[in-house]
């Protein structure tokens, strides 16, 4: 059955198949949603979304993540208009960007030094440049259903089909050299063990280690950063925290103020732009001093640079962010949301008896249909996806704005009365389930 909000008009319509025509799959390359559930988005007030008719959703998603203030808030808005009006880009150093670099640095433990690019995935490909270039070797070992970007040193074990086997990525993307993948390994993440042996017999030639702190949807286990601390330290092996979904979403110091484990280099993307383009790559001078053009020339440059990186639109959208947060101290009110959010669905699957996970913390949390507590990306992977495509639908449906099936992101402006009304589109979903 469809409700209101999925009645589209002729015009929006229209707009649907133009999408069709023009885009490879209808789709900007982030996600589709299922024909009876696709819009087009027109504008956003805090957590709520309007598509091009009119129809207002809660949004879940907030652009993957870095609209933690919401749509359009007044401070971004205001800061952005100004900066606009003055220049939109230079090319060069500029008032927002050190102002942003100097949050950023004084927020971040590990972060001494901070160049910014306009993408996470830029940050994490220049971060793996800096760690090969200061330890003069080349491989690096991701984690099994971690994602660091697309490009050819990231694309590779994201969603692998089969079961982990040997640290030997799985290649998800046609058009990556040999090269390149033949450079990275992989192993589970929160496994010790398999991390330790693969560490152990090929520290020779690594140059990194890679890690979402918390990657995708699941927290580390108790001691599985510490352990990556000292074994990178033991061999001289750069550690390298992915920080674009974590960085100033858990805690003002990111991840690394929330577990207690510094990095050598650490990447941030998405809250750091306000909701415009920006990313960073930050950490220890020693390392990113590598990237200082005065080097240009010499043995150990690293060349590292964009024509809007620094952007002052994007960067003056990032400070009023980062002040906002700070100066209203919002986190309480993330991680508080996120719990009743939590709870809510966890008693909703209880009372059911729909065998569900509710995994996640700090604004960030997933939906799995699996009896397996979720540690790593091959219980992710147990979960039932057409039960998952069936739940997430429903609540679609219903009103929310959602990846289908994908990450719960809660903002710091989702009231009260968006969790409530967000628990009643997912009680449909159950329903759903259970017929
Ligand atoms: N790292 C992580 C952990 C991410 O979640 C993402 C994006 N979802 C990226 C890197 C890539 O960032 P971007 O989409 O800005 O290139």
């Not at 017999?201 to 990657?215: C, K, M, R, T, Y």
């Not at 074994?231 to 110091?253: C, H, N, P, Q, S």
Request: proline share 5%.
């Amino acid at each position: 059955m469809l409700l209101e909000t999925h009645k589209r008009s002729d015009s929006h319509k229209a707009l649907l198949n133009r999408a069709a025509k023009l885009l490879p799959g209808g789709t900007l390359g982030m996600f589709g949603l299922p024909a009876e559930l696709a819009i087009v988005p027109a504008y956003g007030r805090g957590a709520k979304l309007y598509d091009v008719d009119g129809n207002e959703y809660v949004d879940y998603l907030l652009g993957s993540g870095p609209l933690i203030l919401g749509h359009a808030h007044p401070a971004v808005v205001e800061a952005v208009q100004q900066q606009a009006a003055k220049a939109s880009t230079f090319y060069y150093v500029n008032e927002p960007a050190l102002e942003l670099a100097e949050l950023i640095t004084s927020a971040v433990p590990c972060a001494e030094k901070i160049r910014f690019c306009s993408s996470g995935n830029e940050a994490t490909f220049f971060a793996l440049r800096l760690a090969r270039a200061h330890t003069g070797r080349e491989k690096v070992l991701k984690f099994e259903g971690a994602f660091h970007g697309v490009h050819d040193y990231a694309a590779l074990s994201v969603w692998p089909t089969a079961d982990y086997s040997s640290p030997d990525p799985k290649v998800e993307s046609a058009g990556i050299p040999k090269g390149a993948s033949d450079t990275v390994m992989m192993a589970p993440f929160n496994d010790v063990e398999t991390t330790a042996a693969i560490i152990e017999a090929n520290h020779g030639d690594l140059s990194a280690v890679i890690v979402e702190p918390f990657q995708r949807s699941y927290p580390p286990r108790p001691g599985f950063l510490p352990f990556l601390r000292d074994i990178t330290t033991k061999y001289g092996i750069d550690l390298i925290f992915d920080e674009v979904v974590t960085g100033f979403r858990f805690a003002w110091g990111g991840a690394q103020e929330r577990y207690g484990v510094v990095p050598d280099l650490a990447c941030f993307g998405k809250i750091i732009g306000g909701g415009y383009p920006l990313a960073a790559v930050a950490g220890r001078d020693e390392i990113m001093s590598q990237c200082d053009n005065s080097r240009k020339g010499s043995p150990g440059y690293v060349y590292m640079t964009g024509t809007l990186s620094g952007n002052p639109v994007a960067a003056a959208a990032g400070v009023a962010t980062l002040k906002e947060l700070r100066g209203k101290n919002l986190y309480a009110r993330i991680h508080q949301s996120t719990a009743r959010m939590k709870s809510g669905l966890q008693s909703m699957f209880a009372d059911a008896g729909v065998v569900a996970q509710v995994t996640g913390e700090g604004g960030v949390l997933q939906v799995v249909f699996t009896d397996r507590e979720i540690v790593n990306y091959q219980d992710i992977r147990s979960g039932d996806v057409s039960k998952a495509l069936t739940f997430y639908g429903t609540a679609s449906l219903n009103g929310l704005f959602l990846g289908v099936p994908d990450k719960i992101y809660i903002s710091a402006v989702h009231t009260d009365e968006d969790i409530e009304i967000g628990l009643r589109a997912f009680r449909a979903g159950v329903e759903a389930l259970v017929g």
